[in-house]
């Protein structure tokens, strides 16, 4: 059975770092584009980061680029965002999830009618 467990969520203050992890389980990961996406209270999921499957391009909105970045492990069937220089406007519940191999240049690298498996996020706040 397919699973993603996120980690590494918490209470931050601002200009402070976290590290998200995004385990994957029951599916090898080396063929899927994945994901980091968040979603705060009242707002839109916004997708935050996307690595190719073979990890070799990475994209991200305008509101983290230059402070966020990505990285997998494909031998740990793992993916990692991290997270520097953080705001408060960063609070939200990070999710991550894998999909097909183009999803990155799909809008909010989610491919509309393909199936992605997500994971159940993990609490980031950044609050002084």
């Known amino acids: 059975q397919a699973e993603l467990v996120e980690s590494g969520g918490g209470l931050v203050q601002p200009g402070g770092s976290l590290r998200l992890s995004c385990a994957a389980s029951?599916?090898?990961?080396?063929?899927?584009?994945i994901g980091w996406f968040r979603q705060a209270p009242g707002k839109e999921r916004e997708g935050v980061s996307c690595?190719?499957?073979?990890?070799?391009?990475?994209v991200f909105p305008n509101s983290v680029k230059g402070r966020f970045t990505i990285s997998r492990d494909n031998a740990k069937n793992t993916v990692y965002l991290q997270m520097n220089s953080l705001k408060p406007e960063d609070t939200a519940v990070y999710y991550c999830?894998?999909?097909?191999?183009?999803?990155?240049?799909?809008?909010?690298?989610?491919?509309?009618?393909?199936?992605?498996?997500w994971g159940r996020g993990t609490q980031v706040t950044v609050s002084s």
């Open positions: 999830a894998a999909g097909p191999a183009g999803s990155c240049y799909c809008p909010g690298y989610v491919c509309y009618g393909y199936e992605y498996y």
């Open positions: 029951g599916f090898t990961s080396d063929y899927y584009a």
């Open positions: 690595s190719s499957s073979d990890g070799a391009s990475a």
